[in-house]
């Protein structure tokens, strides 16, 4: 945690990554499990990471997963499931989602088109939302900012859940996501790149910088 705001580095996908992720501070390291991302892993690949990892905490990343393969991957061993879904998804599978891992484990991530709010019949199955940027031909991984305005929204409307900021962060607009947002969790990907999948050093270090003076 940076003055106050916790922060999660998505999109790992090597161990080196990892490592200069957790020694800038780094809250959350998130490993995805979505195969069409450019930043997916096999769950193979990630076991065979895991026992060398930084201690912080770990987070599942998948988008609308079976039973089956969610109970796989928290048998990997993760602090937090973030699951992507489409916002006319049959409230029956966050319910089942919320068995499997727990409400307190399970981040749900809506895909919410324009003018679309978190529903009420949604929040009952987590502790924690991300929005994220909508795309419709996607899930996440735009590397576009968000609607910042409808975030301080639904944080205001619903202070006893944990909201995360996600989409298009990065060193430069960071300070001013916080202050238009009031996001006090922040998640960054792409912004901290060099290429899809390799996080920069530098550019690691200059969101933190940002954070600070957010």
């Known amino acids: 945690m940076i003055e106050g705001v916790t922060w999660k580095v998505c999109g790992i996908t090597s161990l080196g990554d990892a490592v200069a992720a ?28 895991a026992p060398q990892l ?12 079976t039973l089956a393969e ?17 916002a006319g998804i049959d409230p029956a599978c966050l319910e089942s989602w919320a068995v499997a891992v727990g409400v307190e484990n399970l981040w749900l991530a809506p895909r919410l088109p324009p003018g679309t709010e978190v529903a009420a019949e ?18 996440g991984g735009s590397g576009a900012t968000g609607d910042w305005a409808k975030f301080a929204r639904h944080r205001l409307r619903r202070p006893e859940k944990v909201w995360i900021l996600a989409g298009g962060l990065n060193p430069e607009n960071i300070g001013r996501a916080l202050r238009e947002s009031g996001a006090r969790f922040v998640d960054v990907n ?12 530098g550019k690691l270090r200059a969101f933190i910088a940002g954070l600070r003076v957010g």
């Open 22 to 49: 957790a020694e800038c501070g780094a809250d959350y390291l998130g490993f995805n499990f979505y195969p069409p991302s450019p930043r997916s892993l096999s769950l193979e690949r990630y076991s065979a990471l």
């Open 54 to 65: 930084p201690v912080t905490g770990r987070a599942a990343v998948l988008v609308e997963p």
């Open 70 to 86: 969610l109970a796989a991957v928290r048998r990997a061993g993760f602090d937090a499931f973030q699951i992507h879904f489409s």
């Open 122 to 139: 949604w929040l009952p199955w987590a502790r924690t939302f991300m929005l994220d940027t909508f795309r419709a031909d996607r899930f």
């Open 190 to 201: 792409s912004g901290v790149e060099s290429a899809p999948g390799r996080k920069d050093a």
